[in-house]
């Protein structure tokens, strides 16, 4: 009977253990004391042992592969629309060229990036022992094409093999072939105008290139005489500017 009795406790104290058990909060992993600890300073809390929450982390990943998809189909819709002469096609490659060569403001935020890190922000290195300072033309010669002939810029002749060189310092914004300057290239400047230099016959610089002032953008032959023409133009808030006005030129013919 003792016997009996001494076994009946013995499985109650075992079901009691079991219980407690089942009922007791997770234990916490140890972490050994840190740096902090050991000077006196409380601990930096991290989110070790934190769990994740699976939908979280799931929308993360199918919002991050939405914008993947949408990048690799507007990627596709302007390489389509260069290969192609599909009108349709026309609107996303326009708007994706204007968000890279004409609204984002380049030669301001090298300015920025030079004020406070003395060396100005580029993609491509410019070129090494060129002079710095202020050009009155881009070339020297005489303007044979005025203003108030297109609204746009004037026509000067210099002489043949003259180098073109950058009014001001700035961010080249397009360097390139140009329908009605043909090989043309573009300066964005800080106070947000552009100066367009046109008739080049060829180009020394590169698109996104930080230019200083008389650095040499190209050059203008003419295989037809000793003298060769070469536009200028200035445009600020969307409108062209007579650069007889704004720089002082030879208007002789």
Excluded at 97 to 124: C, I, N
Excluded at 174 to 195: C, M, P, R, Y
Excluded at 217 to 226: D, I, R
């Amino acid at each position: 009977m003792k016997k009996n009795i001494h076994h009946v406790r013995k499985n109650i104290a075992e079901r009691k253990r079991k219980r407690v058990q089942q009922n007791a909060p997770p234990q916490k992993p140890y972490l050994p004391p840190q740096d902090e600890e050991l000077h006196g300073y409380p601990p930096i809390v991290s989110g070790y042992g934190k769990k994740t929450d699976p939908a979280r982390s799931k929308n993360r990943t199918s919002y991050l592969g939405i914008q993947v998809l949408l990048a690799a189909l507007l990627f596709a819709t302007v390489a389509i629309g260069k290969n192609t002469d599909f009108a349709l096609l026309n609107g996303p490659e326009e708007w994706v060229t204007s968000q890279m060569q004409e609204d984002f403001p380049f030669a301001k935020v090298t300015a920025w990036y030079s004020e406070r890190f003395g060396e100005p922000l580029q993609v491509v290195q410019p070129k090494e022992n060129e002079e710095s300072g202020e050009l009155a033309m881009p070339v020297n010669g005489t303007v044979t094409t005025p203003f108030q002939n297109d609204g746009k810029g004037i026509i000067l002749t210099t002489e043949n093999n003259s180098k073109v060189k950058a009014v001001r310092e700035g961010t080249v914004v397009f360097a390139g072939n140009n329908e009605e300057t043909k090989k043309t290239v573009i300066l964005q400047h800080e106070d947000g105008s552009k100066t367009i230099y046109g008739y080049l016959s060829s180009i020394d610089v590169h698109l996104y290139e930080y230019v200083k002032a008389q650095n040499s953008l190209g050059s203008v032959t003419s295989e037809e005489g000793p003298s060769a023409e070469f536009f200028f133009a200035i445009e600020k808030d969307e409108q062209y500017l007579d650069p007889v006005e704004v720089i002082k030129v030879d208007e002789s013919s």
